[in-house]
């Protein structure tokens, strides 16, 4: 491939043609600064486009974009001569873009789709998964193009942090209801086991109950607890939380209501802890006592004799509501 240097005006580049771009947008605050000292020390690689009568940018879009923003009027670059493979063309810009910081998911998933419509499948796998610092499996390709599927909010959630991959691949399988979902977490402060939470009580509502999951997040519950403005952003999750797990599960949160309101009733102290089998399945309860002496033990031992005696225990371990 050949290439020669010179300078040409920034408005004969076709900023629009994203033929060849690997990257997320990002800011240019850093390398505007370093323009303004120094110029473009790495020179972007453009190729000129007869159909266009424009230039496209094969590498080097963010040093393009902020030679843009400063106002300058001409950039230097390296004009590719007469170059037509555009399987050659997409290897110089994904090199160039290994050279620097490692991509991240996104990008990863945007360049796998890309290399698919130049090389078949078993090839990418093989030589350029790992190339991106990938296990070469065919599961690792299908996650990517699934990512990379995604509605663009929602991959720019994956780059920013808002959603992590596994979540996102959960969106991916809701369409455009993914996108909703996806939508009311920008709106609360969830962990990704909370988000996970969410994705999994409303689709298990959406089939059982044969709702949309925009019906759902439009209950009223749902929609107070995101208005009300002395909640935090965590808080209202947990509000959002607690809403559809009790509509996911209405006889468990009975039971853990009427065992929560029981042993409030009885008096438990502190250092004795009576808990029921988890999700309420199965006969054994735990007792826990905490003791710091002998004298402790038989006390708490005396003061649970008594308390195993009250009619109130015998709801306690009762399931029936």
Do not use: W
């Not at 050659?88 to 890309?114: C, H, M, Q, R, T």
């Not at 925009?214 to 749902?222: C, G, R, V, W």
């Amino acid at each position: 491939m050949e290439f020669s240097t010179k300078k040409i005006p920034v408005t004969s580049i076709d900023l629009g043609d994203r033929s060849f771009k690997v990257r997320v947008d990002t800011g240019t605050e850093a390398l505007k600064e370093s323009v303004k000292k120094t110029g473009v020390i790495n020179f972007p690689y453009l190729m000129f486009s007869e159909v266009a009568a424009k230039y496209k940018i094969v590498c080097g879009f963010k040093r393009v974009k902020a030679v843009l923003e400063l106002g300058l009027k001409e950039i230097t670059a390296n004009i590719i001569d007469n170059c037509s493979d555009e399987k050659e063309l997409f290897l110089l810009a994904l090199y160039d873009n290994l050279s620097g910081l490692p991509l991240n998911l996104v990008e990863k998933a945007n360049s796998v789709k890309i290399l698919l419509k130049y090389f078949q499948e078993e090839e990418v796998i093989k030589k350029y998964l790992p190339l991106l610092g990938l296990p070469p499996v065919f599961s690792c390709l299908e996650e990517l193009l699934l990512i990379e599927a995604l509605d663009p909010e929602i991959k720019k959630g994956i780059f920013n942090g808002t959603v992590v991959k596994k979540n996102g691949l959960s969106l991916s399988g809701l369409g455009s209801e993914g996108l909703l979902l996806y939508r009311l977490f920008k709106k609360v402060n969830l962990s990704t086991s909370k988000q996970a939470e969410i994705i999994e009580s409303c689709c298990d509502i959406s089939r059982r109950d044969q709702l949309s999951i925009s019906e759902i997040i439009s209950e009223k519950e749902i929609t107070e607890a995101l208005s009300r403005d002395d909640l935090t952003l965590s808080q209202k999750g947990d509000r959002i939380r607690f809403f559809l797990r009790k509509k996911r599960f209405p006889m468990l949160i009975g039971l853990e209501d009427k065992f929560l309101k029981l042993k409030k009733k009885l008096g438990l102290p502190k250092n004795i802890k009576i808990e029921p089998p988890p999700s309420f399945e199965g006969d054994v309860y735990s007792l826990q006592i905490n003791f710091r002496n002998l004298a402790e033990l038989k006390s708490s031992a005396t003061r649970f004799k008594i308390l195993s005696e009250n009619t109130l225990m015998k709801g306690l371990l009762e399931k029936d509501e």
